[in-house]
Structure formats: structure tokens, C-alpha cells
């Protein structure tokens, strides 16, 4: 059973406007979470992190929501840009695991 | 440059037989993983090691073994591949379990078990 859901294979946004690409989880012990970006035929590279401890962090042009309550992050990309066209995966760890687990990956297009 | 490296990047393979993927890193990484991605899956993970000698299992570990006899090298064999096992594999590393920098990641191998 999923542990990290991503429920939207695929957005399409303007050059410009924000992306918001969501993530749920249902693991209560998860207290840290990670996103990842990936471009065909290359690994997944790392973009931003936050810990339960927070519920916002902002790295550019990238920001990361963390709602524990609603067991809920999101990603927010302003202004997207035709680069940032790729897959994103969210991920997740608990304090006691020895593991990240994945979602299913948010394929973004962003249109010139 | 520092970072991951998989061999090979494809590989075609016949029902039961075997064969081995390597990663190699070369940031003194103690944390390495191999995980594997298939469409609608995300990524699981297969086994890890929290530093040389040691291997865990992961999520998915039925069908492969692992081994770790020297810290920048991390191997996944599969000993008689079949069919569930075409899929593309990642090999990621990491100084800590949970680090904010997340993990680096290999480009892939791609698996086609025919």
C-alpha cells in the first residue's frame, strides 16, 4: 500500500504562473520529506527538504507547505519556468526507519 | 566528477539468467541504496547498507541479492532474472539516513528481462 501518493500524474502550467504539486501521506511517523526532480533518462536530483518541525521552507524560487495535521506538502515553483519541465517525487522518512519512500512522481510541463 | 556511477546503463536479458549491477560512489558516502522504478510504482527500494559489510533489506528484496565489501561500491545481483524484474534501477548514496540534502542518485540502468 502507498505510503507517499502523488493523486496528479501530470500538470500543465503557463511560463510565468506557479506550480503547485501536491503530496499526501498516511505514516503519522513520517517527520521528514524530501522532493526530487528528475529529467528523462537522468536520476532523480535533490530540490528541497523540510522536517516536521517546520511548516515552510523557501529555497528560490521553490517553497515547500508542510500541513501534519492533513498529512499534506506541496510544492510551489514561482515563476515556473520551461526548465523546470520534469518529474517531481515527493518522499518521506520516520525517525525509527531506515528508508525514503516514494510517491508516484507529478510530471510538470511548463509552456513557453 | 563526484557522484554515482552505474554500469551498465542498458541491458537485455534472457528468462533465468544472472547478472550484476554496479554503483560505485565517490563522495565516502556510508549510506548507499539500490531502488527500482516502474510506471505507477514510484520508486522502491529494493536493499541498502548503512556502511561497508553491511546490507538490509528493503521493500522489495525478493529475486536480488546485495553486497558491500568495499565502501564506494555497492552491487545488486539478480541470480535467475524474470520478466517482474524488467524495470530501471537507481543506485543512491547518502552520508546520513536523514539528511537535508537528500540523496544523490545514479542515471540509471534500464533492464529488459525477456
Known amino acids: 500500500d502507498q505510503q507517499v501518493k502523488q493523486n496528479s500524474p501530470s500538470l500543465s502550467v503557463q511560463e510565468g504562473r506557479i506550480s503547485i504539486l501536491n503530496c499526501d501521506y498516511t505514516?503519522?511517523?513520517?517527520?521528514?520529506f524530501l522532493w526530487y526532480k528528475k529529467y528523462p533518462a537522468e536520476g532523480p536530483t535533490f530540490l528541497i527538504s523540510?522536517?516536521?518541525?517546520?511548516d515552510k521552507n523557501e529555497d528560490g524560487r521553490f517553497t515547500v507547505f508542510l500541513n501534519k495535521s492533513a498529512k499534506h506538502l506541496s510544492l510551489h515553483i514561482v515563476p515556473s519556468q520551461p526548465g523546470d519541465s520534469a518529474v517531481y517525487f515527493c518522499a518521506a522518512s520516520g525517525d525509527t526507519g531506515n528508508q525514503f519512500y516514494f510517491g508516484t512522481g507529478t510530471s510538470l510541463t511548463v509552456i513557453p | 566528477n563526484a557522484g554515482v556511477t552505474q554500469t551498465p546503463k542498458f541491458r537485455v536479458l534472457k528468462t533465468g539468467q544472472s547478472m550484476t549491477l554496479l554503483c560505485a560512489q565517490d563522495?565516502?558516502?556510508?549510506?548507499m541504496y539500490w531502488y527500482r522504478q516502474d510506471p505507477g510504482m514510484g520508486l522502491r527500494l529494493i536493499h541498502y547498507?548503512?556502511?561497508?559489510?553491511?546490507?538490509a533489506k528493503g521493500e522489495v528484496p525478493d529475486g536480488y541479492n546485495v553486497s558491500r565489501l568495499k565502501k564506494q561500491n555497492f552491487l545488486l545481483g539478480l541470480e535467475s532474472a524474470a520478466p517482474s524484474q524488467t524495470s530501471v534501477y537507481f543506485c543512491a548514496s547518502s552520508y546520513t539516513r536523514q539528511t537535508a540534502y537528500g540523496y544523490t542518485f545514479g542515471s540509471g540502468t534500464r533492464l529488459t528481462v525477456v
Open positions: 547498507s548503512v556502511g561497508e559489510g553491511t546490507t
Open positions: 563522495m565516502n558516502h556510508e549510506y
Open positions: 523540510i522536517s516536521s518541525i517546520k
Open positions: 505514516n503519522s511517523m513520517f517527520d521528514y
